[in-house]
Each structure stands twice: as C-alpha cells, then as structure tokens.
C-alpha cells in the first residue's frame, strides 16, 4: 500500500526542537521529493520547505530558513523534518507531502501534532 | 507573502454546482499554469483534487473541475453530494520557487 507513516504526537516546551519523522512505502521512495505542510488549528495549510529524496538538496519557505532542517535516510525510506526554537504559534499538526511536481502533492501522511507549550 | 485569497464560506444545495475562488498576485496565480486544489475532510489529512489548473488525478470524481483566468483559479464542483461537505484549499507555485496556499473555503451542502 502507498503510505507516508509520520510520527506520533510531540508535546515541546518553547525554546526546544522537535523532529518529526516520515515512513514511505509502497513507492520507490527516492523517486519523488517530500515537502512539509503545517496546519494549525482551525487555521490554512503553510508550506515549509522541499527535499529532493534523491540529491538531498533542500529549500525551506523563507519564514522557516534557518530553523527547519529535511533530511532523510534512504535506506530506511524515511524523511525528516525538525523544527527548532520552538514557539507557541509553532503548535500545529505537521504533514509530510509526496510531491509529483514542485508544487502538486498526491500522497500526503496522517500528520502530526506537535504542541508547544510552557 | 500573504495566503491566496479564498471565499470563506461557500453553501448549495444537493445536485447544484458551485465555485470556489482563489485568488492571487502575478507572481504566483497568474505566473504559472501550477494551481492545485485539496479536498479535506474534518479531523482528516487533505486530498489531491487537481492539479496544473484543471487536470483530474486517477480516482477524483469528474463533478470536480478547475479553470483560471487572470490571477484566479476556480474550482467548480458539479452535482453536488452530502460528502463533498469540507474544506478545499488552493495551492499554486510561485516566482521565488515556493509554494502558497489559500486560507481554505468550507463547503457546506444544504
């Protein structure tokens, strides 16, 4: 079956960092780069950044350069995002996105709740 | 770089159709030909509806149908059924090679 699998639900005081994981199967996972959505509550979707599976190469939306960092394992065929500083307004559910162009997104992960709170 | 603009709300009643907007600038909207759409049902991950302004992926519906025109993109949803009740956002690339989004519209079938 194609799936993305993220992570469980992350509770993170502020300040910290968080790493959210995503498990691909079903699909050769270094054929399609990952990108992450966030989605807070009752709130639009916000895109973070891109990750070539293959290259490693990366591109973060320019609200999250120099605090988000996409890596991944090929061997485990799983992404990672993590997410440092983190703030209040960070709260949010995080998805990870198979991306069949740069900018169209046909898989999409269950999502993960990270909350941020002191 | 604000969120593509989006009508709220949106309501029809059973086999009607209605249209959703999704407004931007031209440097996104209006640059590329790369609009997409998401369904996304209450506690649930979105959906991929369309994709490059009208094109369907295998499996959606063809009561779903995109356009645009200018710096606006609209999704058309034909015959309208009690599950299509949810949230759609638009999505479109843009000229600094990121992504955007729409704040989402509510879909309410009467």
């Known amino acids: 079956q194609v799936q993305l699998v993220q992570s469980g639900a992350e509770v993170k005081k502020p300040g910290a960092s968080v790493k959210v994981s995503c498990k691909a199967s079903g699909y050769t996972f270094n054929s399609y780069d990952i990108n992450w959505v966030r989605q807070a509550t009752g709130q639009g979707l916000e895109w973070m950044g891109w990750m070539n599976t293959n290259s490693d190469n990366t591109g973060y939306a320019q609200k999250f350069q120099g605090r988000v960092t996409m890596t991944r394992d090929t061997s485990k065929s799983t992404a990672y995002m993590e997410l440092s500083s983190l703030r209040s307004e960070d709260t949010a559910v995080y998805y990870c996105?198979?991306?069949?162009?740069?900018?169209?997104?046909?898989?999409w992960g269950r999502g993960t709740l990270v909350s941020v709170s002191s | 770089q604000s969120a593509l603009a989006q009508p709220a709300s949106v309501s029809g009643s059973p086999g009607q159709s209605i249209t959703i907007s999704c407004t931007g600038t031209s440097s996104d909207v209006g640059a590329y030909n790369y609009v997409s759409w998401y369904q996304q049902h209450p506690g649930k991950a979105p959906k991929f509806l369309i994709y490059?302004?009208?094109y369907r992926p295998s499996g959606v519906s063809n009561r779903f149908s995109g356009s645009k025109s200018g710096n606006t993109a609209s999704l058309t949803i034909s015959g309208l059924q009690a599950e299509d009740e949810a949230h759609y956002f638009c999505?479109?690339?843009?000229?600094?090679?990121?992504?955007?989004f729409g704040g989402g519209t509510k879909l309410t079938v009467l």
């Open positions: 996105v198979r991306a069949i162009t740069y900018w169209s997104f046909d898989l």
């Open positions: 999505s479109s690339y843009t000229t600094t090679t990121s992504v955007i």
């Open positions: 490059d302004v009208s």
